[in-house]
């Protein structure tokens, strides 16, 4: 089979000019073996090892589901029977999971109205990972499935009036980068509430009546306005001082629509619940009695009830607090773990939520409110995998390079997930993307393969700039300090090696979209401690990653990572690029990537792979034609973990081809 693809990429770069143009056709020279297998493009990478695969199946098996919402008296979830995630009804708690939708693209995004009668819901589905989301009316009378939207452009974050009379949501149709925000009635047409000239404009709840909007305009993690929008009058203004830049989650109408509960790190490190009158402007802090973030809520139909979920370490907690006493209800234990998608049920009486924890794949859960009873509405199937024998993760901390500000060594959060036995055990290092994410204990199948099957501790840290820590510690990595975070990496390497149990000589590293970045970057900085990379649809230079992504996020990103079109900023964002710093690496990559990522765009990719080839060092690279930013068909997920685990077999544990 001819190398299209290649030939189509060492084309365009014939097309370009300057050094790394030079570099990148030194690349073409040599075209690598390739296979193509489906949707998936191969280039390079090793053959499966039998027993390693079918070892790694039983883990691949393992399914999970997300609690989407109340379907009147059901739970609406969100799981996969086959290659796709489709939309699922279940009556009862650990009642049979009745498939909806079936489409032949994913829908795992849906929104049901809030009422004990509805005659069906609204669901996102895109094509090919494009993140271009369309919304479809799903009908329960008749089962089938209407698009509401253009086909083209990028419709998200529907939110329902308590009524189930009207629904509004964030779209870019107008000119393809602003976003725009349009109300409906089910079974009308569109309406446009407000045009806007920015990015990031999302609702946050309809007011009671169906006259107002709650609205956010996020600019960055720790910077996020409010305002209020009238649909008589179309009046908009701020509710919240826009001279102020403060964090800001989850925002909700009270019960009668004259005050406003929104978390926020106002006034403090960490995001606690806050009430805004409306009427007087005045603030009030709700949960100053918890010391770390309230990451969601909800708010009860009847107003009485706050439910809370903390991000304590990393773990997330449960809480329910009573309004306006503000007292804390007990509750029934819950598995470790992440908890996630909150909604109370039309009539108040269940709270329904997603956990996930290490040994606990995603599934949907609800509590009881009259009797506090926990029940569970999923229970996934594990793959012939004892649940009991999935590793949990320790959480720990390393000293790092600089000071905080107390003037003692600053210290990073993360989590070990240990390898069996004595050791000394090699390592993988997991680093998440965002920037502004977190690695929590969630149900990781690969992680687990690792641990139990390969022998690898995998360690997952929280660098600077991670969520969850308080916003000082999420701004130490903006701007100028990014490559701070490569830093904490180093320190990393350091701690490891004083572990009797770990092997400093086979470290490797992996991480996924800025995560991909991390993972070049410390193979930029570290060639002589890390053997192996892997970067997962990852940043290869800030530059070309700013040029390149979709116009609706580029501003959004410039926030974080700074404006490419500042002399002194695209100087600094040149220095720093993996990809200007190949000749560094000393260490084999394998690099994934969707075609069609409106985040990170493929030529991240594509460029990265053609100047480390230039220079000679091996190279697996795997591109999905059908995928954007992730790996959400099962076929692509297990082929690309399965490479994964045959490459560090090769060259961080050094087994033969």
């Given at each position: ?92 708690p650990?009642g ?23 005659q ?48 509004a ?41 169906d ?28 509710l919240l ?16 629509g ?99 924890g ?57 989590f070990?997930?240990?390898a ?13 993307g ?67 149990d ?14 991909g970045?991390m993972?070049?970057a ?52 040149e220095?720093?690029a993996?990809?200007?710093q ?11 990537q ?25 190279v ?38």
């Amino acid at each position: 089979m001819r190398n299209i693809r290649g030939f189509e990429r060492c084309a365009a770069i014939r097309r370009s000019a300057g050094l790394i143009a030079a570099l990148l056709l030194a690349g073409c020279a040599a075209q690598p073996s390739h296979e193509q297998r489906g949707s998936l493009r191969i280039e390079g990478a090793g053959q499966p090892n039998a027993q390693r695969q079918a070892a790694l199946k039983a883990y691949q098996d393992v399914r999970g589901a997300r609690f989407r919402g109340w379907l009147n008296e059901s739970a609406l979830v969100a799981t996969r029977f086959g290659e796709l995630t489709q939309l699922h009804r279940v009556a009862r708690p650990l009642g049979m999971r009745e498939q909806l939708t079936f489409g032949a693209q994913p829908a795992s995004l849906a929104w049901p109205p809030p009422v004990a009668d509805a005659q069906g819901f609204v669901f996102a589905s895109d094509v090919g990972g494009s993140e271009n989301y369309q919304l479809f009316w799903f009908d329960l009378a008749s089962g089938a499935a209407t698009l509401l939207t253009n086909g083209r452009s990028r419709y998200t974050g529907v939110r329902w009036s308590r009524s189930g009379a009207l629904y509004a949501y964030s779209t870019t149709e107008r000119n393809g980068r602003s976003w725009d925000i349009h109300v409906r009635a089910p079974g009308g047409a569109p309406r446009v509430a407000l045009e806007t000239d920015d990015v990031g404009w999302y609702v946050q709840d309809i007011a009671p009546g169906d006259e107002r909007l709650l609205l956010s305009r996020y600019v960055s993690i720790g910077e996020t306005y409010l305002y209020e929008l009238s649909l008589t009058g179309g009046g908009l203004r701020a509710l919240l001082d826009t001279h102020s830049k403060i964090g800001i989650g989850d925002a909700r109408y009270a019960r009668d629509g004259a005050a406003v509960y929104f978390s926020s790190d106002l006034g403090g490190e960490f995001r606690r619940v806050q009430r805004l009158d409306l009427a007087t402007g005045r603030i009030e802090a709700l949960t100053d009695a918890i010391p770390w973030d309230v990451e969601a809520f909800a708010v009860a139909p009847d107003g009485g009830t706050l439910a809370l979920v903390v991000n304590e370490r990393g773990l997330s907690r449960l809480a329910l607090l009573t309004l306006p006493e503000r007292r804390l209800l007990a509750l029934p234990e819950l598995p470790v773990g992440v908890i996630s998608g909150l909604a109370f049920s039309s009539a108040g009486d269940r709270l329904g939520f997603t956990l996930s924890g290490p040994q606990t794949p995603s599934d949907a859960f609800s509590v009881d409110l009259s009797t506090r009873k926990l029940r569970r509405w999923t229970r996934s199937e594990m793959g012939g995998i004892e649940a009991d024998s999935l590793v949990v993760p320790e959480p720990f901390e390393f000293d790092t390079f600089d000071l905080g500000r107390d003037g003692s060594v600053r210290r990073v959060p993360a989590f070990a997930y240990r390898a069996a036995g004595p050791g000394p055990h090699p390592v993988v290092i997991n680093i998440h993307g965002g920037p502004e994410s977190q690695h929590r204990p969630r149900f990781r199948h690969f992680t687990q393969y690792l641990v139990a099957e390969l022998g690898i501790t995998v360690i997952a840290p929280n660098v600077r700039g991670s969520f969850g820590y308080g916003k000082h510690y999420l701004g130490l990595d903006d701007g100028f300090a990014r490559e701070d975070s490569v830093r904490d990496i180093g320190a990393l390497l350091d701690w490891i090696a004083g572990q009797e149990d770990l092997d400093v000589q086979r470290v490797a590293v992996l991480g996924g979209s800025y995560g991909g970045y991390m993972s070049l970057a410390s193979m930029v900085h570290y060639p002589d401690r890390l053997r192996a990379g892997v970067d997962l649809f990852g940043i290869s230079n800030f530059v070309t990653f700013l040029e390149g992504t979709k116009a609706y996020r580029r501003d959004l990103r410039r926030r974080e990572y700074g404006d490419e079109r500042d002399p002194e900023m695209r100087s600094f964002q040149e220095r720093i690029a993996p990809l200007n710093q190949v000749d560094r690496i000393a260490g084999p990559l394998l690099i994934y990537q969707g075609l069609n990522d409106p985040r990170v765009p493929a030529g991240e990719s594509e460029q990265m792979v053609a100047a480390l080839r230039a220079r000679g060092i091996p190279v697996w690279y795997i591109v999905a034609a059908d995928e954007g930013h992730g790996m959400r068909r099962r076929s692509t997920r297990d082929y690309v973990y399965s490479a994964t685990a045959e490459f560090l077999a090769r060259y961080l544990l050094d087994e033969p081809e």
